[in-house]
């Protein structure tokens, strides 16, 4: 069951972009679960849950408080051309070219762009065998440029079931960059994959709450846990989203809350989303003696 989700922030698009992205990827995707909220400070709230190629993820209306950038991105693994080609002009209609789709050393096939939500991608043709093929991407810029790898090694002290994959390096006045910084590394958390890259050029975006990784955890003890090693914003804690060292956004929440949302009981489901909302850190006790 996997354990780390990522989390899309939307104005009010949220159900729209879900089935949008469900039609093209296809097989082994689908909206799995709708959820309203109702009295958060964005107003009444949707929460959509969606599969795309096999990986969950999760989406909420909340208004147009953050707003997607290529800071956090998501590299999709095609087998043949012609399946770059095709998700390529689906997710490129009304959206914004960032990388041109053309042969690089790396692929034979390969673009990154923005679709008509704000979302950024990475389509590339691999000749490598993967295991998931949707990866998000942390591209570290700014002020974070060159510590992407202490970032990995932070993450990988953290999570079970992790290990670095792979990295490579720039050489000395590659694309503009530095030598030793990193060009690209992929790395597992939790037996999910995700991948970082550096780049000196990309001076305008920074991580943001439009896209946060959601924890799943079991109890108590482990939000605990994860809370204590990644939290280092306190003003940011708000509702079991912290923002860590790096600035990446995390929602550390129980397994069992999307239960407790999802009841038909309004009173009950209006007290869960009171309580909650009240909280940084999330309270497992307190929110199951609202779920009574």
């Not at 082994?28 to 959509?48: A, C, F, Y």
């Not at 204590?228 to 003003?235: G, I, M, N």
């Amino acid at each position: 069951m996997q354990k780390i989700i990522p989390h899309l922030w939307f104005d009010h698009q949220a159900k729209e972009a879900a089935e949008f992205y469900v039609s093209i990827f296809g097989d082994q995707s689908k909206v799995t679960n709708i959820m309203k909220l109702q009295g958060t400070p964005s107003g009444d709230s949707e929460i959509v849950s969606f599969v795309l190629a096999g990986q969950e993820f999760m989406s909420i209306n909340a208004g147009p408080i953050f707003q997607f950038n290529p800071s956090i991105s998501f590299i999709v693994n095609c087998k043949t051309k012609e399946e770059v080609d095709t998700l390529w002009n689906q997710l490129f209609e009304d959206g914004e070219l960032l990388i041109p789709l053309d042969s690089y050393p790396f692929s034979d096939r390969y673009g990154w762009l923005t679709d008509k939500y704000g979302l950024n991608w990475q389509i590339m043709l691999t000749d490598q065998d993967f295991t998931q093929k949707i990866v998000p991407s942390l591209l570290f810029t700014n002020d974070l440029y060159g510590k992407a790898q202490e970032a990995i090694q932070f993450y990988l002290s953290i999570f079970h079931d992790s290990k670095l994959d792979t990295i490579t390096y720039y050489e000395e006045g590659e694309d503009g960059n530095q030598a030793g910084t990193v060009q690209y590394a992929e790395f597992t958390l939790e037996n999910q994959k995700i991948s970082a890259m550096e780049n000196a050029r990309a001076s305008d975006v920074s991580f943001n709450e439009a896209v946060s990784l959601m924890v799943y955890c079991q109890d108590q003890h482990e939000i605990d846990y994860y809370w204590d090693k990644l939290s280092a914003v306190p003003e940011a804690e708000q509702c079991g989203w912290l923002k860590d060292r790096y600035g990446v956004s995390w929602q550390i929440v129980p397994r069992s809350m999307n239960n407790m949302l999802s009841t038909k009981d309004k009173q009950k489901s209006a007290r869960i989303t009171q309580a909650f909302l009240k909280m940084k850190k999330l309270d497992i006790a307190e929110l199951e003696k609202n779920d009574h």
